[in-house]
Each structure stands twice: as C-alpha cells, then as structure tokens.
C-alpha cells in the first residue's frame, strides 16, 4: 500500500562528488516488496519546490524500518535534501511503482546489472537480494569520472564488479556497453538503470535476451493519476499503445517501450 | 443540517472540495490512498470524441510555487470513459463532473451528448480553454462570440447542467464570462492555466518537449481570485474556482471572492491526501468563523454583510 | 571586449542587467547600499506630467513567490523629476530609461518630449502597462490600435529611442508587439506585472487598498519566458526582459528565450544587492557556458545553432 | 549604513503566548543608532514566503554585538522565523529607519512611553537610553489578555510600568488610554508605538505635546525605494505631501502623519 509518511533521518554522508547517501526510518519500510520502486520525497514543507523528487530505494532494512536512498545533489530540490541532518524529518510517498522481478531468474542463472551514474543505486538492493536467491550476479557501473564513482565495495560483496568512466580515470575508459564487450561478459538476464542512450543501447543490444530495464521519467503525481511520465510502447499492453512510468513502471521487460 | 453542503445546478454536494480536472486521473489511483465518498464531487480527466495519446514528453516542468504541464489531453476517447472509468466510478456516492474537450464544435457537441447520459455525471465542465492542444482549446476560451456559439450548443446536446471553463490568457474575462452566461452556461469553472514555459539551461530547448504548457499551482492564485472577484459580481451563475489551492484558508479566500465551491488541481502531487485533509479542517474553520453555512461566505469581500 | 557589452538602440550597456521601473526608485536609496555605477542601466519610476500620490495603502501584499503591488505611480511629476532626480543621478555613469505613464495620450506625449532631452536619458520605456491606475495605463496595453497609436505619437515627440513595455494581460501578445513595432518602437520590454488579487481573511476584504494589483516575482517568471520566446521570433526589433529574475539561471534563461538585456524588479526588495551579485557572477557564467560574448545566447531556444 | 549581514541566532524562546525574543549575533549591531530602528529580515532562504519581515529592534547590546527583537509569530514569515534554532544563520537588512529621538527630551523631563501589543518591544531600547541619560520614564503597556503579556519586569527596572488588558485579565481592563486616564498620569514628553487606533487616540488627545509616534504599513523594500509604505502628512514635510514609514520614519512627531 502506498503511504504518505513523515520519516526520520537516521544518516546522510556525501559518499562522492555531490552524491550523498542517506538513511531514513519509518513504518512505509515494511510496505517495500521489490528492488527497483522508488519513493516520492517532498524536499521541502511550503511551495518552494512545489514538487516531490523521485528517488529509488537502494537498500532495504526491515528489522531495523530503514531504507537507503542515493541520490545527487544537482538541482533546487535534491540540494535541499542534502541539507538535511540526522532526525530531521521529511515527507515521503511511497514504496511507488514495480520493480525488478526477482523471481524471473533461477539460481542456476546469471545475471548482469548494468547501471549508469544515478541509475547505479536501485542495482544496489537487487544484487542483494538476487544474490540471496542463489543468483550469480555480474556488475557494470558507468561514471562520468572517478570523483563520482560510489557503491563499488559494497557491489564486489555481490559479485564481479567492473567500472566504466567517460574520462578513463577509473576502470575501463568509455561506456559500460564497451566493458560488457570488452569483457565478454556473460549473463542469462540483464538488469539495467541509467540513461536513456545507455538503456536504449542495450535494448537494441539485448533485445532477444531476457532483460528488465528502469526508466527516468519526469512526473507530477508519481500514482499514476496526471499522465505526465507516459512512454509509448512498441506493442499494445493491456489494450493501451502506452505505460505509465511511475505505476505500470519504472522497471519494464525489455524490448516493451520505445526508447529514443 | 450539514454545514459544508453546497447546492449548485445539477450538483448537490456534500462539501465544496473536488479534486481539478486533469489532476485525478478517473479516480482509481487516488481510490487506493482514501476513500473517494469523501470528495464533494470529481472532476474527471477530459474526454475527447476519440483516444489520445496526448503530447511527447517531457510534459512537465517545475516553477516557483507552481509547474507547467503540456499532457496534452491524454484520455481513453468518449467510448473507454463510457465503458470503463464512469462505471468504475459508479461505485462511489460522489457525483461526477466530465471535462468536455476537442478540436472541433461537432466533437464537444458529441462527447457532451453522450457522456452527459451517463448516470453519475451530473455536469459537464466545457474546457474552451486547454493551452496544450494545437487545435481548439484555447481558442475557443478567447474570443467571446466564439465561446458562446460552443456553450449554446453543448447545452443544447447535454443532459446535465454545463459549466464552462474560463481561460485567464484573456485581456477581458468579464466579458467572456457574460458571453457564455448568455449563451446558456449554467455556471463557471476558473480559472484553468496560464500559458508558461521554461527553458532547459543544459540543452537551451524549452524542457516541455510542446514548448509551452499551462502554469498552475499556488503561483497563480492571485489572478485566479482576481478573476473570480470580478466575474462573480457580473454574473448571476455559480463559479467553482480553483488555481494554487493548497490550505483552507485559500478555500476560505476563494468563497470570499465569490466561488461557491472550489477544486484542487496541482496541490494533489504534492500532498496527495489534501482533499480529505482540506474537507477535515473546513469544518473547523467554520466553528472558527463562527458560521452555520457555507453559503454565507460567498462573495463577502466584495457584498456588504452586518458584522 | 567586455563580453558582458550590450549595444541596443541608444543604449550602450556595460552589461545587460539593470533594475526594473518601479522597483528602484530614482537610484537614490540604492545609492547608499552600492555603486550605481555598476548597472547596466536604470530604469527609474514611472514618471507622470503632475505629480501623483498615487492610491491608499495598504499599497503591497505578499503571494506564494511572487507579490502584489498598486503603487498607482506615485512621482513627483514631470518637473520634479526633471529637476531633481535626474540632475542627480548624472553623477553616475549609467544610462538611464526613462519610464513614461500617463492618463491620456497628450499626457505621455508631452512627458516623452520633455524626458527624452534630458542628457542621461537615452531611451525611453512607454508604460502601456500599469494596471494600477483608473484611466489609461492598462487600457492602452490591450487594444493593438490604441497602443500603436500612442506608440508612434510618443516616438514622433520622443529625441531618444522608445522602448514599448507590454502588458502579460492579452491573449494575443505577439499581435501587441508587432503593432507597436509596426507603429516605430525601437524595442520591446516585457513583461509588466499579471492582474491579481488577495483577500485578507481578518477583515474578508482585498488586501490592497486599491483591490487589484500587479503581480510579479518569480511567480510569473513561466509566463515572461513564454512571451518572449513567442514575440522575439516575431519582432526584428530587441527586447528586454523582465518577471522574477533571481539568479544568473534565470538571466541565461531570458536571453535564451529571445530577450537581449534584463530587468530586475521584485527581487531587489528581498535581495537589495540583487544587481551587482548577478553581474558579477554572470561574467562567471560566460566562462562556464565557454561564450566569448553575451549576444550569442540570444534566442537560443529557438535558433539553430552549431554545438 | 545600511547592512546585509548573515547573523547568528544567539538565542530564541517563546516569553508569552506566541510571542518570541530572539536575539541575534552580527557586526550590523554597531550601526544601530536609535531605539525605534528597525531590521528587515528574511524568513528563510528561497522564494517562499519571498519578502522580508520589518521588525524592530527591542534591545542593543554593543559591548557583545548583539541585539534583540520580540515578535509575533503569526503568519507564515514569522511562524519560519519562530523555528530558528541557536546558531542557526538569518538574513537581516538593517538597521533602517529613523527612531525615536532621544535628544528631545532631557534629564529634568519625565516621558511617558505607550506602547500596544507587539508595539511594545522598541519601548523597551528607549525606557534603557532615557533612563541613562536621567530621564524619568513611565511606561503604559497595553495587550489583549494576560496569556500575551511580556516584558513587565523588565520595564519596571526602568520606572513605574501599568499593564492594560482588553479582557481585563492583568491590570487596568480596557486600552492604554484608559490606564492613563485612570491614573492621571503626568509627562513631559510621549513616545508611543502600536496598532493605528491607538496612536490616532494618542494623537487627537495630545496633539499640543511633544511627542513621537512609530507607524506601522506594509513594506516592499524597507529602504525608501518603491513607496509602498507612503502616508499622508498635516503639512508639507520638505516639499512633500507624504512620508515613508520605511526610511522617513518609522518614527514621526505627534501631529505630523494622517492617522485614520
Ligand atoms: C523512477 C525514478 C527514480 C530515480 N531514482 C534516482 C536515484 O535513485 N538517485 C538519483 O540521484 N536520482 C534519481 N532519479 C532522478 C531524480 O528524480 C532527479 O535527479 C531529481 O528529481 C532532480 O531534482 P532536482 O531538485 O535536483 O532538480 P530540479 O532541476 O530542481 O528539478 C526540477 C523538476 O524536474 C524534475 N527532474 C529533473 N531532472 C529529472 C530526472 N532526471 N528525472 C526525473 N525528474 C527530473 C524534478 O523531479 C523536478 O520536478 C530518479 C528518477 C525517477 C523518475
Ligand atoms: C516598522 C515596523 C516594525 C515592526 N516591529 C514589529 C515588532 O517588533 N514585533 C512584531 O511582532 N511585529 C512588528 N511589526 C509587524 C510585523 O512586521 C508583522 O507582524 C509581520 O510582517 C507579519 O508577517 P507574517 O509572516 O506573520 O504574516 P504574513 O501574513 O505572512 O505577512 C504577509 C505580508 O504582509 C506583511 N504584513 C502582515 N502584517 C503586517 C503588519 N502588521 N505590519 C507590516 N506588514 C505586515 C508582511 O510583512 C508580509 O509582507 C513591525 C512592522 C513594521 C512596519
Ligand atoms: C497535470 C495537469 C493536467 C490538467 N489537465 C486538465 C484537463 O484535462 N482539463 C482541464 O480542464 N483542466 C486541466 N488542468 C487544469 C486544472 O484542472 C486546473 O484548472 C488548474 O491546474 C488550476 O488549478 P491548480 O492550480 O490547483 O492546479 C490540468 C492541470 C494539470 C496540472
Ligand atoms: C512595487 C512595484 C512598482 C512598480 N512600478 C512600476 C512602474 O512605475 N512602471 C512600470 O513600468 N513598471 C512598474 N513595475 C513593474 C516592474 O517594472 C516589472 O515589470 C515587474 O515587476 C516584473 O518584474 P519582477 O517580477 O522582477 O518584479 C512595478 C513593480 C513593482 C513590484
Ligand atoms: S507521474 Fe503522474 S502519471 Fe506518472
Ligand atoms: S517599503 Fe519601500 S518605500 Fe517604504
């Protein structure tokens, strides 16, 4: 069930460049079934930013009610949140959306999570969980540079785990479609967030292969009710030639939406 | 007696909130976070003749107390909203108020003659005033004569009273109010968007990918009470007002200017537990005010009232 | 070369930043804060031929991001304003733009003769525009003809070039900037303050003494950009822009909708150091965009442009 | 000068119902020339609510650089500004205006000092530097009920205090102008501040003192710059058929500003 919830800071740390990781507590924890749902997070009581800020959820604590968000500090509203302190409180709609289908895999399978910048974190969780499973899990984690690259540890707990930065600084230079031939890595199952070009360049890629890929959207609502953050579809799902991001999504089959 | 009860053509509310057009979907996203029998009435999304798809993204974008939005009347067509959203929304005790949209006269004249046989629509909210619409819309919301050829004939199709709804991108809007008045409306809706646009700083382009879209939110409040105050002592029909309601001393601010009731549009993606919460604290607000109606608030800024 | 230079009909602008009318007195007050030397420009009160107290107060009310206001142009008239203000802030080397009101064309007519031969004044701003007086300003702002009318009167009896300041209150504001160039404008600016009103729940009566006023700040930021996107593509003639500028993203942002200088209005009420902060991050800017002279950014949003 | 100076919250608490001292931290405080000033201040940062708050000094401490205001929280502005915690940084422009002369008066004179709910706080500067300079000072303070009454102690350091209340639950029941009446208090000179009706009461019955009133209007700038704040004047004051609360005043002699 979706809930509005008033959560407390329990830790923020800026983990890279302008990225910060920060821990909140709160009853809405329990409701979070699937790695990949995000969480709408007012930035602010008053009007100023009017509007939530979607963020994945990158960690989930059920014994302790706690859940990680990692996000960056770029614009009006996720700067704000940076500025929030241990026990501050903050306004939080969520778990929203689907997530990534764990249960697609089997233990005797592979799967490769491919993640680009701020797309990396909601891989964090599902790693986790995959991994639990049994599943072999495979990383790709793409960068602008190394000032920025964050989670790498904590993912080598999971599994093999490469780095791709645009300016080289740190692992493979270029994009994680280059590690993944460079590489030759193999996987039975692609897990993606990122970019669009990057999500667009595996599907093209991909598109035969068993994959699940989270999309960016801007929204309004983030429930499914404004028809802000709708993508067309290349086949018609449920009689309708498009998908909501935030409720039909954000994770989708690959090969389902149309990507420009 | 229930003090919140408003009584308006065709609609017989339990309380003056409803959420805007546009910002409810059909309703079943919300249905899931509260009760809908709560609502004084919705408004449901625009229904156009046929299925739309609506604008490419992005159709949104944030702004100073308010966003822009260029959904571009996304909607299932007259048909899906006849078969599926309305008898969806049967289940609930609100009486329904469908948003009428198109691009030519014959298509509202269409849309308005069926779904205003619907049972639980009990008005039809005429948008002359779309921004995000390359055809009609907007047009229709601002040359008077032509508004009021629209609203004469929709009323004419329709089974239910017709509210029309005003566009503020006019220079005159008592005049605009007074033609469709005229021409039959049976009350007002005000005030939908006013045109805006922001531009994406890393890529130069608009960030809306239609360019332009409809401001709303609490940054255009005071043109909507503006508006309100001006057009309510002009006319003798009944005005729903909305635009940037995010408190109940808004709500208390609009019924001063002379709206009989009010709707929540942008404020739902914010808080989207704010139509039950503003109906919680209204009645309070009465105790406060020390009123037994509602209705005595209505107009109070601008009639002269003992006290 | 500065690349923060702006050269527009009679203004030679070290930088294309510059208080908006209204908001900024005759230089005087700011004056004591910081050196006026370094604007781009002033633009000074609205200058009547009498002198006006203008309306009763409460004259200002706060709004979410934004704020209203009905001064009613209030100067000390024509020869007060040529005898003290403008004497005064010779000592300055900053070109000054004249801001022209008035309540029947002879009015500005005879205002702009007289203003425009003072030696600091080199352009004026016809205030077509103000809603906040009963006779003229807001009527001349939405009829084509009759701002086009007044337009070439106050251009003939003018010796500096007339920049023509739009009203947002129209439908069709691309219409209004082409008849005024039509009639001879040198340039545009754009946009003066939106209509609004708020009601003060103590007393259930409009908060300004005057009811209505105009309402500015970042509020109407959306609605600026828009026009002006709209109208630079339509108007050979400059424009400069103006609603809510509060940071040098808002600054890049105007001069990528189309306008070729800014105005600061509201803002130097929250932030009195507004101006000079802007200025001086904006050269920074220039750095960070990797542009070696402003008026490349102009019009971005809707000019092809390689890279 | 006029400053803008990021200052330091030193302290805040709430002394009555809705009613908070705050004391603050900064170089502007060295600028502070007369009891009756008054400082503009930010709210919060962003644009909501987006102007300032005109609020006056109450009590200036040189020696430590710091200086009081008491207000009431009651809008949105003043309801922010009530949550500013210690060491928490404000935005304040100030000191502006002209306050009340304490020149006017000297040592052999006994002043009256009225003031009316959140009118009272500038009283409180003045009764200090009149005493220092050996003036007698009376003060009437006039509020709506006990539960809002601040200050009385405090006054009462600096000579005879009388608390008037409009519900009659501490002092005399009714308005200041009754506790003067009643006591037939006698002065020399009057300085008063609050709500208009009081300072026009004020006004008509001791047209023919000395005396100093300090206005309240709506303000834009508080500077002097965009004439939101005007009021007419009896007389021509330098030519002029008005005067700015902001930068003319806030502090006027008896007689000179149309009260109504
Ligand atoms: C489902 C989903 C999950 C996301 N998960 C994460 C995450 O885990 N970590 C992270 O750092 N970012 C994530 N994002 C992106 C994040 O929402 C934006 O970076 C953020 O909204 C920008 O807000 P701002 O205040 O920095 O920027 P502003 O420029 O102030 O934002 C203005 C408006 O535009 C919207 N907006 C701007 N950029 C984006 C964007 N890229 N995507 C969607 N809306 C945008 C904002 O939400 C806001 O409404 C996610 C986005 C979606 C849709
Ligand atoms: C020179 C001067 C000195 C003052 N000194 C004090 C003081 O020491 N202590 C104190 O409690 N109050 C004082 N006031 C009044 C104080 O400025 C208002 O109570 C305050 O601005 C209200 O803000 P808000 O956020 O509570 O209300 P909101 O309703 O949010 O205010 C909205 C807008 O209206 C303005 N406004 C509302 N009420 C008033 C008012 N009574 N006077 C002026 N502007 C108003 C606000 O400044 C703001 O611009 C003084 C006012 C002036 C002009
Ligand atoms: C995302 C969005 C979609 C909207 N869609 C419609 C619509 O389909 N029909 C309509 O008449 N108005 C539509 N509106 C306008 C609202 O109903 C309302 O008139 C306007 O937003 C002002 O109210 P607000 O400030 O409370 O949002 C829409 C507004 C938003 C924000
Ligand atoms: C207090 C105030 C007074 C104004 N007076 C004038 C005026 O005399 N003449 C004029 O053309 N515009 C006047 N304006 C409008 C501004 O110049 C400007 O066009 C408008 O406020 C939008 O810019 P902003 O949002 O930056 O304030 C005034 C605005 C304000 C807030
Ligand atoms: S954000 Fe509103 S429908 Fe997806
Ligand atoms: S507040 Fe601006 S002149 Fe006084």
Redesign the interface.
Known sequence: ??Q?EIMRVVSQREIARNIFELILEGAMVQQMKQPGQFVHI?P?P???????RPISVAHIDKMKNQFTVIYRAEGKGTNLLSQYTVNRQLDV?GPLGNGFPINATDSSETALLVGGGIGVPPLYELAKQLTKQGVETKHVLGFQSSEVVFYEKEFSRYGETYIATVDGSLGTKGFVTNVIAEKQLDFDVIFACGPTPMLNALQQEYKDKKGFLSME????????????????VNEPVNGK??VKVC?DGPVFPIGRVVLT | MNRLHVELPGLSLKNPVMPASGCFGFGQEFSQLYDLNTLGAIMIKATTLEPRFGNPTPRVAETAAGMLNAIGLQNPGLNGVLANELPWLEQFDVPIIANVAGSEMNDYVEVAKEISKAPNVHALELNISCPNVKKGGIAFGTIPEVAAELTKRVKDASAVPVYVKLSPNVADIVGMAQAVEEAGADGLTMINTLLGMRIDLKTGKPILANQSGGLSGPAIKPVAIRMIYEVSQRVTIPIIGMGGIESVDDIIEYLYAGASAVAVGTMNFSDPFICPRLIEELSNKLDELNVSQLSELVGRSWKSYAG
Chains 1, 4 share one sequence.
């Open positions: 069930m979706i509005q007012l602010n008053g009007l100023d930013p009017l509007l939530r709609l959207q801007r929204m309004g609502c983030g429930i499914g009710a404004c028809f802000a953050c709708v993508c067309h030639d498009y409720s």
